[in-house]
């Protein structure tokens, strides 16, 4: 049997190949391996003869992968880099991928296509492609560099290509610190809102944390009773709602359908309605983007006493640690801390604008006769006491009525109605 180069060097996907044949093909096209017969150009019989050899040549190829690269290239494979993409972009979407997303990740794609038609194999034109984009736009130059090597991951895999992706270094640069409000400055921005549109916006911004074109995308029905479902930079995505906050976008909604988008102008518009209000609160020395109030909710979240790890989950960032892998906050849990540490919400009721901190439930009941909530000493106490010196006897006495493993019911029940009292003698 006799498997001909050219057909071989096509860059036709052949059905029933795994991902380790595909070089065992390219290397069986390389070195002409023939057998005493008639050419068979057919698939199917490409793979067999791949899968017979997989067996006998790939351990001695993985030891020399060298020359295993070269044979590869040298097969003159070709694939349409539209073809490419759109199978990238098609696989992209049925993981789940964010339609804004995809938008974004075509558009780059496609303006690689337009210097390549057919894709590169090799890192050198990957490089003079990536250099184009200037040392000073380098944050660019990495997403374009992120953008190519997500399609070559994916092409390595569809159709058993070499990846010249991993010969081609990422781009680094320094990260500039985000711009941000003071605790006055988020205050003197709130009290300058004016319009309906503009609290829908900040509302957006700063109190859901949206990135710019995020409230683009926004669509009525993507707001819900105690949730909203957002189209984010990665993947659609939830996050609470507040009542109030709903009620700010609610107000734009009226004569939209539920597919219709919330906002009927591009990001570049809202982002110049960010602008006015800006200016209108006399604040000239930030910049009066839609990221800076991002970064403002980001950085006074734990100001009014949030966690890095629910503000890390608001942001919805992709960076994850151990604990966050694990231990991830559910919405509802994220809604309760959001009704207590919410910057925008906050800043708001010192201004008279929303209700004070709802108070909360006590998580659950007993039968002691000992009120418990979540201030409640025998919750608080156990960790508390080593910085409570100053108490002197009657820290003492309140850590003998927690008894260790649990707590003395009446001596404890005794301590609190002392302390709620406002016994002098021990403060």
Known sequence: ????????????????????????????????????????????????????????????????????????????????????????????????????????????????????????????????????????????????????????????GEYGLPNPMLAVVKPRFRKKSGQRLSRDQARQFIAAIDKDLEWALVTCYFGLRFRRIEAERLRVGDIKEDYLIIQGKERTEELPLLPIFRDNLLKLASHHGAGDRLFSAKAETLAYHIGRVFKRAEITDARGSPHTLRNTAGALWSTFGGDWTSNRQLLRHSAKTMTDHYAPLTIDELRVKDERHNPMLNLMRELGLAPAVPEFEPVYKNTTGVFVSTTDPAQLLPELLDQLAALGDKAREISHALGGNGHRAGELAELIKIIKGGDNHIV
């Not at 067996?55 to 070269?70: C, H, K, N, Q």
């Not at 690689?112 to 660019?140: C, N, W």
């Open 1 to 156: 049997m006799k498997i001909e180069k050219d057909y071989l060097a096509s860059g036709d996907n052949h059905p029933g190949v795994s991902y380790c044949q595909g070089p065992l093909i390219q290397y069986v096209s390389s070195v002409h391996l023939t057998e005493v017969g008639t050419p068979v150009l057919d698939a199917a019989a490409v793979a067999r003869e791949a899968e017979r050899l997989e067996g006998e040549i790939w351990p001695e190829l993985r030891e020399f992968s060298a020359p295993t690269a070269s044979y590869i290239s040298s097969a003159r494979i070709s694939v349409n880099t539209e073809d490419a993409i759109r199978a990238y972009l098609v696989y992209m979407e049925d993981s789940g991928a964010a339609e804004g997303y995809l938008t974004v990740r075509a558009r780059k794609l496609r303006y690689f296509a337009r210097h390549y038609p057919g894709l590169p194999l090799s890192p050198e034109p990957i490089r003079a492609y990536l250099r184009q984009f200037k040392t000073a736009d380098v944050p660019t130059r990495q997403d374009q560099w992120k953008a190519l090597a997500s399609l070559y991951k994916f092409a390595a």
